[in-house]
């Protein structure tokens, strides 16, 4: 039986909001970069099928039967337009690109599973009644490389869940290492693209800016990178909790053990400390409240949650910095891994 091990950071209940908005690179710490994520839209010849946005195998589905394209989110009319990289290099304009399935691809129900396997723990441990609902939220990630085995898995993701241990609805993003998955030991996002630039421990740091936030109009949760991206997004159709919000939003990393009980690296595989350029990272972490406002987290609304030794995974809260390319909370998280405690 695998074993599955988180480091996160869980918020519950209501926020207080903060108004505030990213720096840039000029302003901030010089070793922190943002990746430019629009140059690693993925393209035919990665691996890739471009399809007919209207033929997308998804409307199959007979929860989307009825299902209408929302081709731009009602929350920004004047997003980046992506189209223009694909003119030359990869999907024309009314074409969407679709993984093309590999058969040394493991697509086990316990991979597919293992992020939202243990959040029914974190929901027993929450208050009875939560006071806000959210939709959405929002951090900067810092992306590492970590060593992983067949049969293992290393990630750092936003969770946004909703409903009960036995109809949970979860949406995760962030990047994974994921040979089982993805077929090779390169870093990639949620969305199937590989992040060509990572950090380098004690070096520069490179940044993803990534969120998923909730249209008020349609209810789809849609996928935004580096603020003005709109990649895409989840219908709502398709949950039977989330289409009214979120009642968890976390942040942090998740691993999974290899058949010998031997967890893989988390995060830039050194342990949550002070000093920076070390462990991996979540800058300017923030939430969609109530009220379809972008705020920062508070810092009275958190939960920390391990459910691995301290030898293994640890992580460091440091509260609202304003030292980093981004402002707003700031947290280090990670470790080695090894033989960890179930």
Excluded at 19 to 33: F, N, Q, T, W, Y
Excluded at 256 to 274: F, H, R, Y
Aim: aromatic content about 12%.
């Amino acid at each position: 039986m695998a074993l599955y091990f988180f480091l996160i950071l869980s918020l519950f209940v209501g926020y207080n909001v903060v108004d505030g908005r990213s720096k840039s690179a000029e302003d901030g710490d010089p070793r922190l970069r943002l990746v430019d994520l629009e140059g690693t839209l993925p393209m035919e010849d990665d691996d890739f099928n471009c399809v007919d946005i209207y033929k997308q195998l998804a409307f199959q589905h007979p929860l989307l039967k009825n299902h209408k394209i929302q081709l731009y989110p009602s929350f920004s009319k004047n997003s980046r337009k992506i189209g223009s990289s694909y003119d030359d290099k990869g999907c024309q304009p009314g074409k969407v690109p679709v993984q093309r399935i590999k058969m040394n691809h493991i697509r086990s129900e316990n991979l597919k599973n293992a992020p939202i396997a243990k959040f029914h723990q974190l929901s027993n441990g929450s208050p009875a009644h939560h006071s806000t609902t959210f939709h959405g939220a929002r951090s900067s990630i810092a992306i590492y490389n970590p060593s992983v085995q067949l049969f293992q898995f290393s990630m750092a993701l936003i969770w946004l869940v909703n409903g009960p241990p036995t109809e949970l609805n979860a949406i995760a993003v962030g990047w994974a290492v994921n040979p089982g998955l993805y077929g090779d030991n390169l870093t990639h996002v949620t969305a199937y693209w590989t992040y060509e630039n990572v950090s380098v421990i004690g070096g520069p740091q490179w940044l993803a800016d990534i969120m998923v936030i909730q249209d008020k109009s349609s209810g789809h949760w849609w996928l935004v990178l580096e603020g003005d991206i709109h990649v895409g997004y989840w219908p709502k159709e398709i949950f039977s909790h989330l289409a009214n919000g979120a009642s968890l939003v976390s942040y942090g990393g998740s691993t999974m053990a290899s058949l010998d009980g031997i967890s893989p690296p988390m995060g830039s595989g050194v342990l949550a400390t002070t000093e920076f350029g070390k462990a991996c990272c979540f800058v300017g972490v923030k939430i969609v409240n109530s009220m379809y406002e972008e705020t920062y987290i508070n810092t009275n609304d958190l939960k920390s949650y391990c459910d691995a030794g301290p030898n293994c995974y640890t992580l460091i809260y440091e509260g609202y910095q304003e030292k980093y390319i981004v402002k707003g909370p700031y947290f280090t998280f990670g470790g080695p891994g090894g033989k960890c405690d179930a």
